[in-house]
C-alpha cells in the first residue's frame, strides 16, 4: 500500500502521529513544513496526506489547494490546534472548504485518529491487531 | 436764653476748631430756631466748597445724595429720641459736583431745661477708605459665590482639626450641611476601618503647619457609603504670625477612580487575553504530543495493569488541560464574534431548562423578564455561554446550604442609569444573576474576573468561568460587574447594549448611499477595522470587521451571498490581502473587493488588474476616498456617468 504523508513542523506532533500509523500497520512519510509536504505529495505518491494548517514556509490550506488542483482523488486528513489570530474550529471548517475529507482538532486522541484514517482509506487497510 | 446758648456753642466751635486742626476733620454747627448751619473752613475744603458765612439746614439736605437721605433722617429720628451721639456715613456733593462719601458724628446742643437749641458734629472725608471696602466687599461676594457653586467642597480647620468653615459643596459631596460640620472634627468623617490616611494627614498638619496636596482619603457620607476625598489645603495664621488652622479644598474623586481602576483592570485583562491566546495553541500542539505518546504506550502494557491504570490517569489529567485550553481560547477569543440579533431572553430559558435538570431541588428558581425586550447584537452560543456561566457560578456559591434561591432579571435600561460609557443610542439589556450563597469577600471582588482567579479548592473549578464571560461582555460592548446582593448572596451584572437600529446617515462631505449594502472588513490592525467599520456604519452600510483574513475566508465561505463588497487590508498575517481577494473570487467571481495596501512596492496596479480588483487603495487614504471607492463598485454604471459628488 502507498504511504500516508504526515506534513507537521512540530516534531513531536510528526512523531506520534508517525508512530500511531506505523503501530498500526501504515506506511509513513514525514515532511516537516508545507513546501516539503508538497514536494513529497509529488515524488511519493501517498495514499493520504495528514497535514497540520498553520506551518512555516508553505501553510497547510496552501498544501491542501495545491494537492487539490494536482491530484483531485488524493484524499486528505487537516489536523490543527488553532492560531493566535482563529480558533481551532475556524481554521479546520477552512480546511474543509479548501478540500481536506476529515478534519482532526488537536489534542486529539490516537483511536480518533486511526478512525479517520479508515474512513478515508476503507476499512481494509491495516489494523491494529493485525 | 436760645441766643446765648447758641452764641456760647459757636464759641464753642471756635475752641474746639482749633483743637481739631490736627485731626482734620471739619466742624460744624447747626441752629435749630434760626436753622443756620455754621462750618469751619476746613469743612468747606472737604467739600471743595467755597466757604458761606451761613447756610440753611434744608440747603445742606440738599447736598446729600438722595440715596443716602432716608437713612440720614432714621439716623437722625433714633438720636433726638435717644440722645445718643450718632455716626453715619453718607454721600455728599462735592463743589465739582460729584458725590463723594464723609462719616457725620454729631450730638445735639441742648440749653435750659434740656431743650433742643441745636446740634454740632464732626465731618471726615472717608471716601478712599469706603471705596476701597466697597471693593472688598464685591471681591468677598465674589468669592463666596465662587466657593458656594463649586461642586468642590472648601473647609478650615482650627488647631484641633475642628471644622470652623464649610461651604455648601459639603452638601452634595457628602451629604452634610455646613452647619452640621462646624465644630466637629475631621477624623469624625473618615471612613473608620481606613483611617490611616487621614490619621497621616492629621499627624503632617498638627507636627509641621506645611501646606499639602492631592492627598486622598476615604471618608463616609452621611448615607454611610464610602466616599473618596483628595484633599489640598495650607496652613493659617493670624494677624500676628500665630498657626490657627488650616484651609482648603476637598474634591470628590471616587467615580475618577473606580473609572480608572476599571481601566486598568480591562488592560489587564486585554494582556492576559493576548497572551492567553498566544499560548493556547501551542499548549495544544504539546498537548497533541503529550497525550498521544501516552496513549500509544498505552497499546503496549498489558490492560488492567498497574502502568495501565497510571497511563489512564495521565490521560484523564491531559483531557482536563485540553478542555482548559478550550476555556482559555474562549476568553481570548474576543474578535471572532459573529454578531447576529440575539433574544436574550431566549437565551436564558434555554439556559435554565438545560440548569433545572442538574440543579438540586433545594434550589428555587426565579425568573423575571420584562415585556418586548429589545434584541441585542452578538454570537448566540457566547451569550449562552455567558448566562450558563453566571448561573452554574450562582449554583456553587450555594452548594452545601439546605436551601437557596437563583434569581435571573431581565430589564431594560438606559445609559442614564448605568454609569456604563454610552452606546449608540444609550440602550442596554441588563441580565441579573442573584444569589443567596456565601456572597462576595471584599478582598477577591476586584479580582472576580481573572483569568485563574478562583475561590473553589484545587480540583473543582480552573478560574476562567468569570473571565469567559468577562471577555465575552467586553466584546460585545458590554460590561459585567459583580456586588454584593441586598441581603446577602452576590449578584452578577451584565449590560448589552440594545442592537441599534441601521439609520443612513447622508453627510455633505462623503458621498453615502440610498440602500444599506453589507461590508466585510477585514484589517488585522483592530483599531483600523473599527474606524472602518465605524465610517461605513455612518454612510449607511451594514459592515461586519473582521481582524484576520482567515476568519473572515472562513465567514465568506460559509455564506458567500451574506456580503456585497470586501474591504480588506494586504499586509495580514496567515493570507494576505491579495490572496484572501484571489480566494474570495474562486467562490464569487464578481464580488467587488477594495485592497488597502501601506507600501506601493508590495501590489503593483498590473496585479490589481489581474486580481479584478474594485479599487486598490494606498494607505494613507481618506474615508472620502475609501467611500467614494465603495460606492463606485456597488453602483458600476455612476463611474461611467461622471456624476459622483466631490467630497
Known sequence: MAPILVIDDDRQARGVVRSALERAGYEVREACDGSEGARLARTERPALVITDILMPNKEGLEVIRELQEGHRSLPIIAMSGGSQWMPPDALLRLATYFGAQRTLLKPFSLADLLDAVRSVLGPDGPTLEA | ?647
Open chain 2, 1 to 647: 436764653v436760645s441766643q446765648s446758648a447758641f452764641a456760647r456753642s459757636q464759641d464753642s466751635l471756635q475752641r474746639y476748631a482749633l483743637a481739631l486742626e490736627a485731626t482734620n476733620d471739619g466742624l460744624w454747627n447747626c441752629d435749630i430756631e434760626s436753622d443756620v448751619v455754621v462750618c469751619t473752613p476746613r469743612y468747606w475744603e472737604m467739600l471743595g466748597r467755597q466757604p458761606q458765612a451761613d447756610i440753611s439746614v434744608d440747603e445742606w439736605r440738599s447736598w446729600v445724595h438722595p440715596d443716602d437721605r432716608a437713612r440720614l433722617a432714621a439716623v437722625m429720628a433714633e438720636h433726638f429720641e435717644t440722645n445718643r451721639p450718632y455716626d453715619l456715613e453718607l454721600r455728599i456733593l462735592t463743589g465739582t459736583g460729584a458725590y463723594r462719601w464723609y462719616r457725620a458724628r454729631g450730638r445735639t446742643i441742648r440749653g435750659d431745661q434740656g431743650r433742643i437749641v441745636g446740634h454740632a458734629g464732626t465731618l471726615a472725608d472717608v471716601h478712599a477708605a469706603r471705596e476701597a471696602s466697597d471693593a472688598l466687599m464685591r471681591s468677598e461676594a465674589r468669592f463666596r459665590d465662587i466657593a458656594e457653586t463649586l461642586s468642590d467642597w472648601i473647609w478650615e480647620i482650627d488647631v484641633n482639626l475642628a471644622f470652623t468653615y464649610c461651604t455648601g459643596g459639603l452638601l452634595g459631596v457628602l451629604g452634610f450641611a455646613p452647619d452640621e460640620l462646624i465644630g466637629r472634627s475631621l477624623l469624625d468623617l473618615v471612613m473608620p476601618d481606613e483611617a490611616a490616611s487621614a490619621l497621616g494627614l492629621a499627624d503632617h498638619v498638627r507636627r509641621t503647619h506645611e501646606a499639602f496636596s492631592g492627598i486622598e482619603i476615604p471618608c463616609a457620607h452621611k448615607q454611610g457609603r464610602r466616599v473618596l476625598l483628595q484633599v489640598s489645603g495650607r496652613p493659617l495664621y493670624t494677624a500676628a504670625g500665630q498657626y490657627c488652622g488650616f484651609r482648603g479644598v476637598a474634591s470628590d474623586v471616587t467615580q475618577r477612580r473606580a473609572l480608572e481602576e476599571q481601566l486598568r483592570q480591562t488592560q489587564k485583562m486585554d494582556a492576559l487575553g493576548t497572551l492567553a491566546g498566544g499560548i493556547a495553541h501551542d499548549f495544544n500542539n504539546i498537548l497533541a504530543a503529550l497525550l498521544g505518546y501516552v496513549e500509544l504506550a498505552s497499546w503496549d502494557v498489558a490492560a488492567g495493569s498497574r502502568p495501565a491504570g497510571h497511563l489512564q490517569e495521565a490521560l484523564a489529567a491531559g483531557e482536563r488541560a485540553r478542555d482548559l485550553v478550550a476555556q482559555i481560547l474562549a476568553f481570548s477569543r474576543r474578535d471572532s464574534t459573529e454578531a447576529t440579533s440575539v433574544d436574550l431572553a431566549l437565551v436564558v430559558r434555554e439556559v435554565l431548562k438545560l440548569l433545572r435538570a442538574s440543579l438540586p431541588s433545594t434550589i428555587e428558581i426565579v425568573q423575571r423578564a420584562a415585556a418586548d425586550l429589545p434584541a441585542i447584537t452578538g454570537n448566540a452560543t457566547q451569550i449562552h455561554q455567558v448566562v450558563m456561566n453566571l448561573c452554574v457560578n450562582a449554583e456553587y456559591a450555594m452548594r452545601g446550604q439546605p436551601s437557596g434561591r437563583l434569581e435571573i432579571d431581565l430589564a431594560l435600561v438606559t445609559g442614564a442609569g448605568t454609569d456604563v460609557g454610552s452606546s449608540e443610542h444609550g440602550r442596554f439589556v441588563r441580565l441579573q444573576v442573584r444569589d443567596t450563597g456565601t456572597g462576595l469577600a471584599p478582598e477577591t471582588a476586584g479580582r472576580l474576573f481573572e483569568p485563574f482567579f478562583t475561590t473553589k479548592p484545587v480540583g473543582e473549578g480552573t478560574g476562567m468561568g468569570l473571565s469567559v464571560v468577562h471577555g465575552i461582555v467586553l466584546a460585545h460592548g458590554g460590561v459585567v460587574r459583580a456586588r454584593q446582593a441586598d441581603g446577602g448572596g452576590a449578584l452578577f451584572e451584565v449590560l448589552l447594549p440594545v442592537a441599534a437600529p441601521a439609520v443612513p446617515v447622508a453627510t455633505e462631505e462623503l458621498p453615502s448611499v440610498k440602500r444599506a449594502a453589507t461590508i466585510l472588513v477585514v484589517d488585522d490592525e483592530p483599531q483600523l477595522a473599527m474606524m472602518v467599520g465605524h465610517v461605513l456604519g455612518r454612510l449607511g452600510y451594514e459592515p461586519t470587521m473582521c481582524t484576520s483574513s482567515l476568519d473572515a475566508l472562513d465567514r465568506f465561505t460559509r455564506a458567500p451571498g451574506a456580503f456585497d463588497l470586501v474591504v480588506t487590508d494586504q499586509t495580514m498575517p496567515g493570507l494576505t490581502g491579495d490572496r484572501l481577494a484571489a480566494e474570495l473570487h474562486r467562490v464569487r467571481p464578481e464580488l467587488p473587493i477594495v485592497l488597502c495596501t501601506g507600501f506601493s512596492h508590495q501590489l503593483s496596479q498590473e496585479r490589481a488588474k489581474e486580481l479584478q480588483l474594485a479599487a486598490l487603495l494606498y494607505k494613507p487614504y481618506d474615508m472620502g476616498e475609501l467611500a467614494r471607492a465603495i460606492r463606485e463598485a456597488l453602483t458600476p454604471d455612476l463611474k461611467v456617468r461622471g456624476s459622483i459628488p466631490t467630497p
